[in-house]
């Protein structure tokens, strides 16, 4: 997979001074860029009986719908709050200055609904953990968290000890 990290943009000092980010725009207007990542998911996953891919506001959207497609298995969306019209459950969780909220319609899931949550980055965790809370609220069963890149260095996976997490692209800085 080394060959769509080549894809991705990195723009220093942004959003602000120090920071390195890893913009996905240029990866995703790739159609082979594209096409590796939702394929790479695939190959992962295939096999694992998912019956519902979960993608999380926002960059998540991306790749999860495509991948239910591919995948044979339904799409539910993880929306920030007061987006969604119908009834919600939330999960309120910690980021490093303050608290920020998920919700998923209630009636999204069913008991035993094996479940895949989507999501383009994992930094520290805290997001794909609040995601694990609302999946196993309305009874179903998370079979892997995946994302298209993990920045190893700020241990977000050891917050998601237990789940079957994979990421396609890894920076260790």
Do not use: W
């Amino acid at each position: 997979m080394t060959d769509i990290k080549t894809l991705i943009r990195e723009v220093p000092d942004f959003p602000k001074a120090g920071i390195l980010f890893y913009d996905i725009t240029t990866l995703l207007k790739d159609k082979d860029g594209l096409r590796a990542s939702i394929d790479g998911f695939k190959n992962h996953y295939e096999g694992s009986g998912v019956d519902t891919i979960i993608g999380v506001e926002a960059r998540g959207f991306i790749f999860a719908p495509a991948l239910a497609y591919a995948m044979h298995a339904g799409f539910v969306p993880v929306r920030k709050p007061k987006k969604l019209p119908s009834d919600r459950v939330t999960v309120s969780y910690a980021l490093e200055y303050g608290t920020d909220s998920l919700e998923m319609h209630s009636d999204a899931l069913s008991l035993g609904k094996r479940v895949l949550i989507i999501d383009d980055l994992l930094a520290t965790g805290g997001t794909a953990k609040a995601v694990t809370q609302l999946v196993e609220q309305l009874g179903g069963e998370v079979v892997g968290i995946g994302f298209l890149v993990e920045l190893t260095f700020l241990g977000g996976r050891e917050k998601l000890a237990g789940y079957d997490i994979f990421s396609l692209l890894q920076y260790d800085k």
